[in-house]
Nanobody, 116 residues
């Protein structure tokens, strides 16, 4: 069974930073493309960052480009999202999943709130 457990969210002031972690089980992240997604209240879930199986390719939504960095530790089967220069518009629940995602593998997510 494929499962993802996200952590590292919290309350941060505008301009601050957070590092999210995603622990994967039932899947080897070095084989599959992985993504970080987010869903803000009243909005659809969106893909914000992608990393290929090899790790050689990354892509970002325009709204986070230059501020967010996706990476992974294949030995630990972990996927990370480093978030800098956070804005109130980044407030959302953040999830990781395969890219494209598996509908049966969404975890609980981790809440990120950017507010002064």
């Amino acid at each position: 069974q494929v499962q993802f457990v996200e952590s590292g969210g919290g309350l941060v002031q505008p301009g601050g930073s957070l590092r999210l972690s995603c622990a994967a089980s039932g899947i080897i992240v070095s084989i599959f493309g992985m993504g970080w997604y987010r869903q803000a209240p009243g909005k659809q879930r969106e893909l914000v960052a992608y990393i290929s199986g090899s790790g050689s390719t990354t892509n970002y939504a325009d709204s986070v480009k230059g501020r967010f960095t996706i990476s992974k530790d294949n030995a630990k089967n972990l996927v990370y999202l480093e978030m800098n220069s956070l804005k109130p518009a980044d407030t959302a629940v953040y999830y990781c999943n395969r890219a494209p995602p598996r509908d049966d593998s969404w975890g609980q997510g981790t809440q990120v709130t950017v507010s002064s």
